[in-house]
């Protein structure tokens, strides 16, 4: 039976932790799907598509975006959707460690929770190699680009939050092996 601090622990850490992580999975769509990761009063890109103003016909014109160094591009795209994509390990960790009261499912969590920020990292710092290669001031990074660093930070936040937890847990089990020898 659990004693009242695993049951704390269960319901605080396990619920905080994921939590932090779904918030980071959503700054890190967020950043994807908008087109503000470079901006300039007449122009604005994102991964997918650019926009050009027109003082011609007063409007704005989208297309795909075209950089000069397409292996670049593709690497920041690769890598975003990777670190998408290992949220769901994340959840395939965190839910049987939160069934099972497990610290090693939880320090598994915590790894690929990790493992989602620095993927997440290497696409910002990519991005900012390929603007640099296209010969394109990086003082005119978009809202988007801070959104990817502010997704950065909450995976790592959700990584000691995930390491915390499974401390928590492994001080437990070690306490209750402990009574049941005595």
Not at 74 to 98: E, G, H, K, N
Not at 102 to 126: E, P, R
Not at 169 to 179: A, D, E, G, I, N
């Amino acid at each position: 039976m659990p004693t009242r601090r695993a049951k704390a622990i269960r319901f605080g850490w396990y619920f905080l932790s994921p939590s932090v992580n779904a918030i980071g999975v959503l700054l890190c769509i967020n950043s994807l799907a908008t087109y503000h990761w470079y901006s300039t009063p007449d122009f604005y890109s994102g991964l997918w598509r650019g926009c050009n103003w027109s003082y011609e016909y007063n409007k704005w014109f989208c297309g795909n975006v075209q950089a000069h160094n397409v292996h670049l591009l593709d690497a920041v795209r690769s890598f975003v959707v990777l670190s998408i994509c290992w949220a769901v390990v994340t959840v395939a960790f965190a839910v049987p460690a939160y069934l099972r009261d497990s610290y090693k499912l939880s320090a598994a969590a915590c790894g690929s929770t990790v493992c989602q920020g620095v993927l997440m990292a290497m696409a910002l710092c990519c991005y900012v190699a390929m603007i640099h290669k296209d010969g394109l001031d990086t003082a005119h990074v978009g809202w988007s680009y801070g959104i990817g660093w502010a997704a950065v930070a909450a995976y790592l936040t959700g990584a000691v939050l995930f390491a915390v937890q499974t401390v928590a847990l492994f001080k437990t089990r070690r306490h209750v092996t402990y009574v049941q020898i005595n």
